[in-house]
């Protein structure tokens, strides 16, 4: 009798360590303990990017600002960004906020934003938005 309930004993802690392992692998994502990729990128619209990127040149959060930028764009950005002071980052940014459409195609977005310089001369530069492995992304300031 005592054999037996060791066997039992044995087979439950088998069929139990088998069910952890098949959890583990299955259960978290089936490759052993989670996703190798990356997490998605959130999927912005157009007005989200170009109110991310004025938002966080508000904050004076470069980085953030430009990860809003194409990959093929950021480096120099990068630089012009943190080469402006702050009065020039809080111009563009306030001018991108409250910019409106001009031209749209299904990849290219044209925008024009509306600019106090500190001379009180209004000036209006466009920007380009263009469609990035799926995400908007600013490609010309």
């Known amino acids: 009798m005592e054999r037996q309930n060791t066997r039992r004993t044995c087979i439950s802690d088998h069929v139990l360590l088998v069910l ?3 959890l583990f692998i299955f259960g978290c994502g089936g490759g052993g303990g ?5 997490p998605s990128p959130p999927v912005l619209s157009p007005q989200e990017t170009v109110r991310g ?3 966080a040149l508000l904050d004076n959060n470069i980085q953030n600002a430009v990860g809003h930028i194409t ?3 950021r480096d120099i950005y990068s630089r012009k960004l943190a080469d402006a002071d702050n009065n020039a980052r809080l ?20 925008y024009k ?29």
């Open 34 to 38: 989670g996703s190798s990729s990356a």
């Open 113 to 141: 934003a509306t600019m106090k310089r500190p001379d009180n001369q209004t000036v209006e530069p466009t920007f380009t938005l263009r469609l990035e492995k799926g995400v908007w992304k600013i490609s010309g300031l």
């Open 91 to 110: 111009i563009l940014a306030e001018g991108m906020k409250n910019a409106r459409e001009v031209s749209r195609t299904d990849n290219v977005i044209v």
């Open 53 to 55: 990127f004025s938002s």
């Open 71 to 73: 990959e093929g764009s």
């Open 20 to 22: 952890i392992i098949w």
